[in-house]
């Protein structure tokens, strides 16, 4: 039976062992945590919502489910033929390995005062306590925003800083305190959310005016403060920055032989193979994606390469008929933006582009889909899509 080595075990890393597991392969599993975070319903954390805990999937009860053999470590070095991990174990014992790690942040001067709805989990549970120290105190001001990066313009995350913003808003409202505090947006991009279409950049912005959260685009970030945000023509006051820098190369990565990007992304080709490294693939965040200029690096994409990876391997080695298949027909925009009151369907490809507003069922359907998350990964349900 060949093996494959999976380093990472966020949402493509996890899809993938699973999908060749399924395959018929002998799966090997790499993380320096135990579990799987699910970051698109921790934007309800901050607001005690849902609890750290219900985020977490244990990487214990994945393995037990699907039969991947997990090893629990974190990756120091890749070469083409073995991986060091921090410890000094080295791991050789493979056929196939799929490069699944993620990516860093940005480093914007002064990034230590601000905190990311897309960093660690610990980082989300102080986005909480720094909010309810606020509430305590019964007002301040609390800015939101995100960057970019010229060099991976793919590797932007605003989604969920919106929706952390927005949800943060419906619950100061429902506590009877928005009014007493200052909610400001700001990102260094003229249109940040362009990706999604005029017609979602117009209904953006009625958002921003009903909810009263002021907006500061097109300026560029120069860093960040103890009291607040730095633009090149103006600062914004803050007793609490909730930021989330543009994507950057992991630094593994950009130490490694492997083919990559000027930015630390790896090469692939249309079936997620490393450039010149036949045996190697990589999925998800880590990897650089190639597509229309909207294009955006989300979680099920990261799935969607996760399982074509799979299969393009069985297909490699016989295992099943079949042509390799593409990840590019898959490249487009979609997600349940939720507001916590609400929700919008957002959504977008070559050929549509649409914000559909959800009022009060759009929450119970993101609600509804992390409950749907959990057991296809526990393997309690089928996967629809």
């Keep these: 039976m060949k093996k494959v080595l999976v380093l990472g075990a966020g949402i493509g890393g996890v899809e993938a062992a699973i999908a060749l597991k399924k395959e018929g392969f002998d799966v090997q599993l790499v993380s320096d945590r135990d579990f799987l975070f699910v970051y698109p319903i921790s934007i309800w954390i901050p607001t005690g919502e849902i609890s750290p805990d219900r985020v977490k999937i244990p990487l214990s009860e994945i393995s037990k489910a699907h039969g991947i053999k997990l090893h629990h470590g974190k990756v120091k070095q890749i ?174 990565i950009k130490d490694s032989p492997l083919t990559q990007t000027e930015a630390g992304f790896l090469k692939i080709n249309d079936y997620c193979q490393v ?7 990589a999925v998800g965040d880590v990897a650089s994606i190639e597509g ?20 393009n391997i069985a297909v490699k080695e016989n295992m099943k008929n079949g042509k390799p298949e593409s990840y590019k027909p898959h490249i487009n925009i979609m997600c349940l933006m939720d507001t916590g009151n609400g929700g919008a369907l957002a959504y977008r490809s070559d050929s549509k582009a649409m914000l559909l507003p959800l009022p009060v069922i759009g929450h119970w359907m993101k609600k509804a889909w992390g409950v749907y998350f959990r057991l296809t990964k526990l393997g309690k349900f089928p996967k629809i899509i």
């Design 79 to 252: 070469k083409p033929d073995t991986v060091i991990l921090e410890d000094g174990t080295e791991l050789k014992d493979f056929d196939y390995m799929v490069v699944a790690i993620g990516q860093t942040k940005l480093k914007h001067p002064g990034i230590e005062h601000t905190l990311s709805v897309c960093g660690s989990p610990d980082e989300i549970i102080e986005i909480k306590n720094r909010l309810d120290k606020l509430i305590e105190k019964g007002s301040g001001k609390i800015a939101f925003g995100f960057g970019g990066n010229p060099k991976a313009p793919e590797a932007v995350r605003g989604g969920p800083v919106f929706e952390v913003m927005f949800n943060v808003h419906n619950y100061l409202k429902k506590l009877g305190l928005r009014d007493r505090f200052e909610i400001t947006f700001f990102a260094p991009m003229e249109k940040p959310g362009a990706r999604l279409g005029e017609t979602a950049l117009k209904m953006m912005d009625k958002m921003f005016s009903s909810m009263g959260i002021n907006k500061i685009t097109g300026k560029k970030i120069k860093g960040f403060k103890p009291e607040g945000v730095i633009l090149e023509d103006r600062e914004i006051g803050a007793d609490l920055i909730v930021f989330t820098p543009a994507g950057d190369g992991h630094p593994v």
């Design 275 to 281: 450039e010149d490294f036949e045996h190697i693939y």
């Design 292 to 311: 229309p200029q909207w294009r955006a690096k989300q979680g099920h994409l990261a799935e969607v390469m996760g399982r074509i990876t799979a299969h």
